[in-house]
Structures are given as C-alpha cells and as structure tokens.
C-alpha cells in the first residue's frame, strides 16, 4: 500500500499569504495524484487532479505541481474561503490512498 | 447538476449489519464507476469500495473484505453498501463519490453509522 505523507499537519496564515502543501508518497505515483479540500461538517471537494488539472470551477489561485513522489499545493493568495483542510490522494496503486491532511487555520 | 444522496445510516450495535443507499441524479448513471469512502470521527479520509460500471469488477478495502458488498442497480440509478459484521472501528460517516478515472469529482453529503452497544 502506498503511504501519503502530508505537512505540515497545521499552516497558520493570514488572508492574503501564499500557501504551500506538501504531499510525499512513499513510492512513485508518477502524476496520479488529486487534491481535495473539506470543510467541518462537509463533503470533500476535488481541486487537482493527474497532480496539476484543476477541477471544475476551481480558481487559478490554486494550483498543484509534482510528479513520483514529491507533490505541492499551492494557494497564491488566501482567500476567508480557503481555510479549511486539505487531502491528499493517489490512484497509482490499488487501493487507492489518501494522506493525513493539512489544516489551513486563520492566524 | 449532480446530485449524491446517501440513506440508510444509523446506530447498530457490534455484530450487526446495515444497508446503505446512494440515489445518483444529473449524471448517467450507468456510464461511471462509483465508490464508498469513510471518515472516522475527526480523522482523515478512507477509501472502503469501488465498483464498476457494469459491477462485473469490485474492489473492497482490507478492513472491510468479506464483511462488506458493494452493489449497483443502474435501472434505478442507485449504489449500495451491504454492511455486515460491524465493529466498533467502523463507526464513520460513509459517501458515496462518482469517479473520475479513480479519482472522486462528486461526492454526496455523507450518512453517519454508528456501531455501539
């Protein structure tokens, strides 16, 4: 099974800051890897996929890069709707596996 | 617009079993591959099935093989979890997510199960 390593656990940011997420697989995933982001009390929502489309309707202040083991998130500029937390997910190898998560918290 | 909505979750107690549903809507159906996913209570996500569009090829997590099926009725645009011999561990909320060539672009709001005596 391969393992997803998400940090860090916890981003504390201001409006307005960039942020970056850092996703490690413990094995090539080649560019088989999304991101999704998840609000308390919510359903995940697909941002990035094959590690750097985005999803219907996300903005192009988020963005994802990386291939094999090494993938980043990358929000420009921090919107109040941003906070929230994010996964990471890989479908190179059944089963398919998410990481731990990065809570994006208000400083 | 697609629509996921799950049914069928509640509180069980160890050792017994539950059905839960998922209606599709604003997509066809037949034409996707679909899955359940979990949440354990202030954890992260947990993928726990897969099915395909005919449901000839299923796929199930190791923590749920042989206590868990997954099926499909594409007549009736809906997808269904048979759960049995629950466990306190599989105290989740349970969506069911469209895929995206194995990845998940729809998911529905989530139905909580409850395993406790």
């Known amino acids: 099974e391969i393992v997803l390593t998400q940090s860090p656990a916890t981003l504390s940011l201001s409006p307005g800051e960039k942020a970056t997420l850092s996703c490690r697989a413990s094995?090539?995933?080649?560019?088989?890897l999304a991101w999704y982001q998840q609000k308390p009390g919510h359903a995940p929502r697909l941002l990035i996929y094959?590690?750097?489309n985005r999803a219907t309707g996300i903005p192009g202040r988020i963005s994802g890069s990386g291939s094999g083991t090494d993938f980043t998130l990358t929000i420009s500029s921090l919107e109040p709707e941003d906070f929230a937390v994010y996964y990471c997910?890989?479908?190179?190898?059944?089963?398919?596996?998410f990481g731990g998560g990065t809570k994006v918290e208000i400083k | 617009e697609v629509q996921l909505v799950e049914s069928g979750g509640g509180l069980v107690q160890p050792g017994g079993s539950l059905r839960l549903s998922c209606a599709a809507s604003?997509?066809?159906?037949?034409?996707?591959?679909m899955n359940w996913v979990r949440q354990a209570p202030g954890k992260g996500l947990e993928w726990v099935s897969y099915?395909?569009?005919?449901?000839?090829?299923?796929y199930y997590a190791d923590s749920v093989k042989g206590r868990f099926t997954i099926s499909r009725d594409n007549a009736k645009n809906s997808l269904y979890l048979q759960m049995n011999s629950l466990r306190a561990e599989d105290t989740a909320v349970y969506f069911c997510?469209?895929?995206?060539?194995?990845?998940?672009?729809?998911w529905g709001q989530g139905t909580q199960v409850t395993v406790s005596s």
């Open positions: 997510a469209k895929s995206k060539t194995y990845f998940f672009d729809y």
């Open positions: 604003g997509f066809t159906f037949s034409d996707y591959s």
């Open positions: 099915i395909s569009v005919s449901g000839d090829n299923k």
């Open positions: 094995q090539s995933v080649s560019s088989s």
């Open positions: 094959d590690a750097s």
């Open positions: 997910q890989q479908r190179s190898n059944w089963p398919v596996t």
